[in-house]
C-alpha cells in the first residue's frame, strides 16, 4: 500500500519535473514493489537517459529485467552497474553495500543462464 501511495506521489511529481531522474529511479523501485516490472524498467531506464552514471537506477533496471526472465539483459544491467558503483560512488557503497547487491544479482544471473544452457 505505501508503494501505491508513493507510486503516485511520484507520478505527480513527474508531472511537475519530468525531467527528475531520481524521480524515476524512484518510481522504478515503487514498481518493484509492487511487481509492476515492466514499467519499473520503463522508469529505470528513463532515468538512465537523464543520468547515464546512476548506478542505483542500473540496479532496478536489472531487478525489473531479472523478474521478468530476461536474464541476459539483467545480467548486463548488473554489470553495467556494478562498474558504476566502483568508479563513482564508493562512499555510497560503503554506506549501502550496494557493490555486493550487483555481485549478488551478477551471480544470480550467471546460474540461472547456465542452468538454463544445461537443460
Known amino acids: 500500500l505505501v508503494a501505491l501511495k508513493e ?23 515503487a514498481y518493484i514493489l509492487l511487481q509492476n516490472y515492466a514499467d519499473a524498467v520503463a ?8 543520468n547515464p552514471n546512476n548506478a542505483i537506477a542500473f540496479l532496478r533496471k536489472g ?11 539483467a545480467l548486463e544491467s548488473f554489470r553495467e552497474g556494478q562498474k558504476l558503483d566502483s568508479k563513482y560512488l564508493d562512499h ?4 549501502l553495500d550496494v557493490d555486493h547487491t550487483f555481485t549478488a544479482w551478477i551471480k544470480r544471473c550467471e546460474e540461472t543462464l547456465n542452468g538454463k544452457k544445461d537443460k
Open 7 to 29: 507510486q503516485g506521489e511520484l507520478t505527480a511529481a513527474l508531472e511537475k519535473n519530468p525531467d527528475d531522474a531520481e524521480y524515476y529511479c524512484q518510481r522504478a523501485y
Open 43 to 50: 522508469d529505470a531506464k528513463k532515468s538512465l537517459e537523464l
Open 63 to 73: 531487478l525489473g529485467e531479472y523478474h521478468m526472465k530476461n536474464y541476459t539483459s
Open 92 to 95: 555510497v557503497r560503503s554506506l
